[in-house]
């Protein structure tokens, strides 16, 4: 689980660098978007990519830990025992 973490923690920062560095760069003035609007613009992409990075992270945990593999026989078993 550590290092779903870390891979959280530096894809995160690697997007947040991007953003800064275009940011810094003027890249968001020259489509004339002002501070406020600019600034909800990079803290959306920010943490819609903090969600999916963590989502994505988590399925790899599951599969590789063998939880998604009990859950699977666990339903077997139960549809066997139903008919």
């Known amino acids: 689980m550590k290092w ?7 894809s995160s920062g690697a997007i ?4 800064l560095i275009v940011w810094l760069v003027g890249g968001f ?3 004339g978007l002002d501070f ?3 600034l909800a613009l990079v803290l959306g992409i920010f943490f ?3 969600l999916g990075i963590a989502l ?3 399925i790899f945990h ?4 063998g939880r998604d593999e009990d859950a699977y026989r666990t339903t077997m078993r ?3 025992d139903r008919h």
Do not use: E, G, K, Y
């Open 4 to 10: 779903a973490i870390w891979f959280t923690l530096a």
């Open 16 to 19: 947040a660098a991007i953003l």
């Open 29 to 31: 003035a020259r489509v």
């Open 36 to 38: 406020n609007v600019t």
């Open 48 to 50: 819609s990519s903090l």
């Open 56 to 58: 994505m992270a988590l």
């Open 62 to 65: 599951s599969n590789r830990s």
């Open 78 to 80: 139960q549809d066997n």
